[in-house]
Every structure is written in structure tokens, then in C-alpha cells.
């Protein structure tokens, strides 16, 4: 499969617990989207990546978020001291000219 | 920012018929609009897109529509069967903003057989 692949899928975690999630892009795309999606709402744009650049950030991305690409490959997206309003469908896209994206399954985080 | 509205949230159609859903976007600015289709337990799949210098696009059984003054574009489904059941969103993005991508909130289609 050269889909985009993000693990794990699915994620429990009690209030106050950091989280991390990965995301594998296709290969050779150089641009890395995460998106946050809660029940019932379209994505929302979280931050993005050109190769291990990250050159946006949303203001739904607070401090206790940070994402990296370190070789402009893989992405990781970590939570610290999750809030239960931070259950969501965490999703990655990549890109290999910033145009059409394409979507990994996403992880699902749930915050008790 | 670029603000995306979608219509209806919720459509029903007898396989066979045809579905429509409307956006509205508020950024003139924006200048390449795709559509996703998401299943349960899926990521969203780009399914057809259409830039701003063409005001119309078919692939199949799709079609989608692109208004620059009114801003609203559409997506048509033709022919509806059953496996196009699943939730469809529409969204917008500038050439300038690394293809970051506004959505809409979504709508959910049912084709009743």
C-alpha cells in the first residue's frame, strides 16, 4: 500500500497523559498537512510541512501541541497534558505540489 | 480568513436519481476547490476538483460546477447508487496559502435502493 499511513489508529488516554501519533506520507511528496475532525465538522487545518520545514501553524494548535518532520519524511503530532475537548480524528495529508491532498485513515484519540 | 458554507447537511435520494450539494466560499481570492467523499471510518478521498479558470468539470457520474462571481460551486452526482452513500465535503483553497485546505462541515448522503 503507498496510501498515507498514520498509527496508531485508534488511541484512549486519561485526562493530563501526553500522546503521539504518526504519520508516513507517500513517497516523495514533500508537503505534510495535519488536520484536526471532530464529529459532525469538516477537517480543520492544523499546521504544515515543506520537507522538515514546518512554515504554518493554526491558532487551534496551542503550546501543548507541536508537530516535526525531522527528515521531511515521517511526522509526528504530540499532545502534552490532553484535555478531554482534545478528542478528535487527528488526519494527515500529503502532497507532492500543495494542491490535491491526499488523506491517511487518521487517528482517533479519546480523551477520558 | 476563508469561511466555506455547505448545503444541505443531510440528503436523501432514491438510487438512481440525482444529488446535488452547494458551497458558498467568501475569499475571492481562493482559486482551486476540491471534493471529498469520507466513509465511515475512513480518511476523506478526493474524489473530483476544479481550479478557477474552468467553470465546469465531469468525471462519470460527477460533476462539478464553479461559479467565481456568485462564489458557490456544486458537486452533481448522477445515476446515484448505493455505494455512493457516505459523507461529502467540499472545500477551498488560495494559491498563497501552501494549499491549505477550508472545508465545509459536510454533507451526509443516503441512496435508498
Known amino acids: 500500500d503507498t496510501g498515507v499511513s498514520q498509527n496508531p489508529r485508534h488511541k484512549i488516554t486519561k485526562r493530563g497523559q501526553n500522546v503521539t501519533f504518526r504519520c508516513d506520507p507517500i513517497?516523495?511528496?514533500?508537503?505534510l498537512y495535519w488536520y484536526r475532525q471532530t464529529l459532525g465538522q469538516g477537517p480543520e487545518f492544523l499546521t504544515y510541512?515543506?520537507?522538515?520545514?514546518?512554515?504554518?501553524k493554526s491558532r487551534l494548535l496551542s503550546d501543548r501541541f507541536s508537530a516535526e518532520r525531522p527528515k521531511g519524511s515521517f511526522s509526528t503530532l504530540e499532545i502534552q497534558r490532553t484535555e478531554q475537548g482534545d478528542s478528535a480524528m487527528y488526519l494527515c495529508a500529503s502532497s507532492p505540489r500543495g494542491e490535491i491532498q491526499y488523506f491517511g485513515a487518521g487517528t482517533r484519540l479519546s480523551v477520558l | 480568513g476563508e469561511n466555506v458554507e455547505q448545503h444541505p447537511s443531510t440528503l436523501s435520494v432514491q438510487e438512481g436519481d440525482s444529488a446535488v450539494i452547494k458551497c458558498t466560499y467568501s475569499d475571492s481570492a481562493s482559486n482551486y476547490f476540491p471534493w471529498y467523499k469520507q466513509e465511515l471510518g475512513k480518511g476523506p478521498q478526493l474524489i473530483i476538483d476544479?481550479?478557477?479558470?474552468?467553470g465546469e468539470k465531469k468525471d462519470q457520474r460527477i460533476a462539478v460546477t464553479l461559479n467565481k462571481t456568485a462564489k458557490h460551486f456544486s458537486l452533481h452526482i448522477t445515476e446515484t447508487q448505493p455505494e455512493d452513500s457516505a459523507v461529502y465535503f467540499c472545500?477551498?483553497?488560495?494559491?498563497?496559502?501552501?494549499?491549505?485546505?477550508?472545508f465545509g462541515a459536510g454533507t451526509q448522503v443516503v441512496v435508498t435502493p
Open positions: 513517497s516523495e511528496h514533500n508537503r
Open positions: 472545500a477551498a483553497s488560495r494559491a498563497d496559502s501552501w494549499g491549505k485546505l477550508q
Open positions: 476544479i481550479r478557477s479558470n474552468v
Open positions: 510541512f515543506q520537507n522538515e520545514a514546518q512554515l504554518e
